[in-house]
């Protein structure tokens, strides 16, 4: 498996709250994602990065903000949490622009 | 953009039986195509991709695809599978002219595999 690792696994907060989750990668590689898994909707792109410093929105990026300042580390960050962004957020990283290997995600609940 | 469309939400088979997995996609562009596996609780794992040359892929765990242009299909198929087999199935296209490989994903379809 690629050295990805998500932390915390589990988290429960409650709304207006802010919150920030962590990928890291031990793999070096350029690029990193972050998605978030809802039934029904299957995985959507939040922001991606393309190296350090660099990223962009994705398609569902309202309410998220990020920041790379490292190549191994890729932060999301709730800036005041709602109940709608209850989810499984799932990091990925890659070398090519072909393919992503993902990391184990994180189970996120906001009350 | 992208889009993927998976045309099952659900598929139940019974034990040693065949399955295909419908994938369908729609782009302006040329794309790479691939199939995922996530087992419960867990993240997901790359099955098979296509990227160029033959259109039948062969995967891990005794999956292939089929690449079907004119149809724009890419369909999962195993001729015999087992209770492992089990999880969920994500097809995904990229856009093969992109330096940022965005994965654009369908919903998803849950294989459930019975004794």
């Known amino acids: 498996d690629a050295g990805i690792t998500q932390s915390p696994r589990h988290k429960v907060t409650e709304t207006g709250t802010p919150v920030t989750l962590r990928c890291h990668q031990t793999?070096?590689?350029?690029?990193m994602y972050w998605y978030r898994q809802d039934p029904g909707h299957g995985l959507r792109l939040i922001h991606y990065?393309?190296?350090?410093?660099?990223?962009d929105k994705g398609e569902v990026s309202d309410g998220y903000s990020v920041s790379r300042s490292k190549t191994e580390d890729f932060l999301l960050t709730l800036e005041s949490a709602t109940s709608s962004q209850t989810s499984v957020y799932f990091c990925?990283?890659?070398?090519?622009?072909?393919?992503?290997?993902f990391g184990p995600g994180t189970r996120l609940t906001v009350t | 953009a992208q889009s993927v469309t998976q045309l099952d939400s659900q598929v139940p088979v019974f034990e040693e039986a065949p399955v295909e997995l419908r994938c369908n996609y729609s782009?302006?562009?040329?794309?790479?195509l691939f199939w995922y596996v996530q087992y419960p609780n867990q993240g997901l794992q790359l099955l098979l991709k296509?990227?160029?040359?033959?259109?039948l892929v062969k995967g891990i765990n005794g999956f292939e695809a089929e690449f079907n242009k004119s149809q724009t299909s890419f369909h999962l198929r195993k001729p015999s599978v087992h209770i492992s087999d089990t999880a969920e199935y994500f097809c995904a296209v990229s856009d093969r002219g992109s330096t940022l490989g965005r994965l654009y994903f369908g919903r998803g379809t849950q294989l459930t595999v019975w004794p």
């Open positions: 990065s393309y190296g350090v410093k660099d990223t």
């Open positions: 296509y990227l160029s040359g033959s259109t």
């Open positions: 793999e070096n590689h350029r690029y």
């Open positions: 990925a990283i890659s070398e090519s622009p072909v393919e992503q290997y």
């Open positions: 782009s302006s562009v040329s794309v790479y």
